[in-house]
């Protein structure tokens, strides 16, 4: 059935429910973990303590549930910066504000191995999305506390991890320097891998550099963990390597998050900070 909305300026229909990720406030916890796949939504509730379907409409599937007491929520992306800002965009609209990318990556050197994971501080902005909505020279960079958790996770469940500046462009192909069809490559494509590496830039997705950057704008926190499923130097690729890690750390950030909120609150302190927890 069509659904009326409000304006062409303001996509919800009158009872607040999104256009495109059809939820409306209340439907989402403040903390939402971002899986680019549909079909990883249920495989990361299944973690929970307990979840309900949300809703699905296009590529945008949304679980919320509860992790080790922790309110949460789970809304698929899809691939690349464009449907990942719609994602960010509505989410926020509706109550999130602590978005965690949970996704898969390439790495970038041969010390990065097949099922490690990578937990971004800072991206490279090679996408599109993000140009829409600032100068190209803001920063994307990740909330300090979700790093700070998502180490704290990554240390506690003994995964190999590794902690650094990541690349997001918006081709799977040409723009992470893979030949496109029939061996097409630009100039700037074949010298891309290189130059990246020299930068010492970690590895190459395609959805982290939006997410920082919008939640740079509009003051929420944001962080990003990848299992890496492919290496670009040694030429491995293993579909899945590592996800289930990423995975359990998303999810063990979130519960360590709530935990640290809870504190900030009681002290009456706007930022985490190491000694908060000796006081």
Not at 103 to 126: C, M, P, Q
Not at 168 to 175: A, W
Not at 181 to 196: I, K, W
Not at 226 to 238: D, H, I, L, S
């Amino acid at each position: 059935m069509p659904r009326k909305m409000v304006s062409s300026e303001v996509p919800e229909d009158s009872t607040g429910v999104q256009y495109h990720i059809s939820c409306k406030k209340g439907d989402v916890a403040r903390y939402v973990l971002l899986p680019g796949d549909p079909g990883r939504v249920k495989r990361i509730a299944a973690e929970w303590d307990d979840s309900r379907k949300v809703a699905e409409h296009r590529e945008y599937i949304t679980y919320t549930g509860r992790y080790h007491g922790a309110a949460i929520s789970c809304t698929s992306t899809g691939i690349g910066g464009p449907a990942a800002a719609i994602a960010i965009e509505e989410l926020l609209r509706v109550g999130a504000d602590t978005l965690l990318r949970v996704g898969t990556t390439g790495g970038l050197s041969k010390r990065i191995g097949i099922g490690d994971l990578i937990i971004t501080t800072g991206a490279v902005r090679l996408d599109g999305t993000s140009g829409q909505y600032v100068m190209p020279g803001y920063p994307a960079v990740a909330s300090y506390e979700v790093v700070t958790a998502l180490v704290e996770a990554a240390e506690r469940s003994g995964a190999r991890y590794h902690v650094g500046i990541t690349a997001s462009s918006d081709s799977f192909y040409t723009g992470q320097g893979r030949p496109g069809f029939r061996g097409y490559r630009s100039h700037a494509s074949e010298v891309l891998l290189e130059d990246v590496r020299r930068a010492n830039v970690l590895n190459f997705e395609m959805e982290t550099s939006t997410l920082f950057t919008l939640s740079g704008i509009y003051g929420s926190r944001a962080g990003s963990v990848c299992a890496v499923v492919a290496n670009r130097e040694t030429g491995e690729f293993v579909q899945d390597a590592g996800v289930d890690g990423a995975i359990r750390v998303a999810n063990e950030a979130v519960k360590t998050l709530s935990q640290w909120d809870s504190l900030k609150s009681g002290k009456g302190k706007k930022n985490f900070f190491p000694s908060l927890l000796e006081r």
